[in-house]
């Protein structure tokens, strides 16, 4: 399993990032032979358009939406428009699961009416248990954030990718990092600020998660612009002593389950 950092920004776009957007490629035969299948974890603001540098958007089988802010999900709007009116003709729709209120939410943002909505360009789906997407297992775990938003485990090629979304600190934040082979944790906020509760992890608040979860790599994603980024991987390093970096936009994790391999490039 590879994962590509597409976007990294939290909360808006940043001057060297777009918002949250992280491509995962793994190969798969589904019975008409094989090929490399991808998925998108959420398309926040900006990013469509780093994707094209990665692969052909096209070319996406599913999107993992974590939650409804638009540092999320905003681009599946251009998404909807690339998908619909694209020269050579429709795209054939594809998955995009999310909370409960994805479609209407989606159809809002672009001022469409929500009965018809982009339900022709995307077949909506909730989170259920068991789900998989050609190679790729995927949990969808509830964590606390102002809206409905999940943590996702992904599993392929024995190895298992965890990713916090957007969550304060919560119990089910360790169920979404047990054991991984990278921890995708945001750090939105500093333990030196009078920071509300229930919205964002502090670099800190990640290390002490990965520690906890055994999470054999910690990768810190979701830092706003507003904040310098050196600050939240100290803060990491003061509690977690595993291999630890920034997320920055076109890092290649490749994820293989062996605990003797590099996983970044």
């Given at each position: 399993m590879r994962l590509t950092v597409i976007g990294c920004s939290g909360s808006y776009p940043g001057p060297d990032s777009p918002a949250s957007c992280y491509l995962l490629e793994a190969e798969h035969d589904d019975g008409s032979g094989r090929r490399t299948w991808r998925v998108l974890m959420d398309l926040g603001s900006g990013a469509l358009g780093v994707l094209h540098r990665y692969a052909d958007p096209l070319a996406i089988?599913?999107?993992?939406?974590?939650?409804l802010?638009?540092?999320?999900?905003?681009?599946m709007s251009g998404y909807y428009v690339m998908r619909k009116y694209h020269p050579e003709g429709p795209a054939p729709r594809i998955p995009v699961w999310g909370p409960r209120d994805t479609p209407n939410r989606l159809a809002r943002?672009?001022?469409?009416p929500e009965d018809t909505g982009m339900h022709e360009e995307f077949d909506f789906r909730t989170y259920e248990s068991g789900l998989r997407v050609g190679p790729f297992g995927v949990e969808a775990i509830g964590v606390h954030h102002p809206v409905e938003a999940f943590g996702l485990r992904v599993t392929a090629d024995g190895a298992t990718l965890a990713y916090t979304g957007d969550s304060g600190p919560c119990d089910s934040l360790d169920d979404v990092a047990a054991d991984a082979d990278l921890l995708l944790a945001e750090a939105s906020?500093?333990?030196v600020d009078d920071n509300p509760e229930g919205v964002h992890l502090t670099g800190a608040e990640c290390g002490h998660l990965a520690t906890r979860a055994r999470s054999r790599r910690l990768v810190l994603t979701h830092v706003p612009p507003w904040h310098e980024r050196q600050g939240m991987l100290d803060e990491a390093a003061e509690v977690y002593d595993g291999?630890?970096?920034?997320?920055?936009v076109g890092a290649v994790y490749e994820l293989t389950g062996d605990p003797n391999d590099d996983l970044a490039r």
């Open positions: 089988d599913a999107v993992l939406l974590s939650h802010h638009a540092d999320h999900c905003l681009d943002g672009y001022d469409l906020f500093r333990e291999p630890l970096e920034l997320a920055f």
